[in-house]
């Protein structure tokens, strides 16, 4: 069928990306670089690709969408059970960088417990710049400046261009059949 579509916003690799950065001195994969550094970050693409998806095809303005998760990360809301399981889970990685404990555990740096109050003042930030400017308020201006000025700290590739480069792709979904349904699904690579 020509009328169902997928859009495409993965990541994408930043322009100073090269082939073997994830190489160790023996030409191994390294990991660790791979997996958990800031060199491992791609461009998002969640923003754009939600932000553009509303834009064609939805039927409500971006502020109603948003504002219910701005009031949420503003204002907080109970932990629930699985939360609290999942960000304990993670503590001993939150624990090694600075921000994501202040961010993900509690300010005595245990992890939150169901029911507890769990804000995000910084997601709020954000996402009123999203509300404000679309998909703009998160890949140009002050949202973009802080992740590229967390890229320079910490040895990341994402650019102020890359951000501002980054593009959706609409394409045509993988359709069949299955037991008499018609399936469509996203195309490779996703």
């Not at 082939?19 to 998002?44: W, Y």
């Amino acid at each position: 069928r020509d009328d169902v579509i997928a859009i495409d916003y993965r990541e994408m690799a930043p322009s100073g990306a090269t082939r073997d950065m994830f190489l160790d001195e023996n030409g191994d994969v390294d990991n660790m670089r791979a997996r958990f550094s800031h060199l491992s970050s791609g461009v998002p693409g969640s923003v754009m690709g939600l932000a553009t998806a509303l834009e064609k095809y939805g039927t409500m303005k971006l502020k109603d969408v948003i504002g219910p998760a701005i009031r949420l990360a503003e204002k907080g809301y109970p932990a629930s059970g699985a939360l609290a399981d999942s960000l304990g889970q993670y503590r001993e990685r939150f624990g090694r960088d600075p921000s994501s404990k202040a961010y993900f555990l509690n300010s005595d740096g245990v992890s939150y417990k169901s029911g507890e109050l769990f804000t995000q003042k910084d997601l709020a930030r954000t996402l009123k710049a999203i509300r404000d400017r679309g998909a703009a308020g998160f890949y140009e201006g002050p949202v973009a400046d802080l992740i590229v000025a967390e890229m320079q700290k910490n040895g990341g590739l994402i650019t102020r261009e890359d951000l501002k480069n980054y593009r959706v792709v609409e394409r045509a979904a993988v359709t069949g059949e299955f037991r008499g349904y018609e399936i469509a699904s996203m195309p490779p690579p996703s």
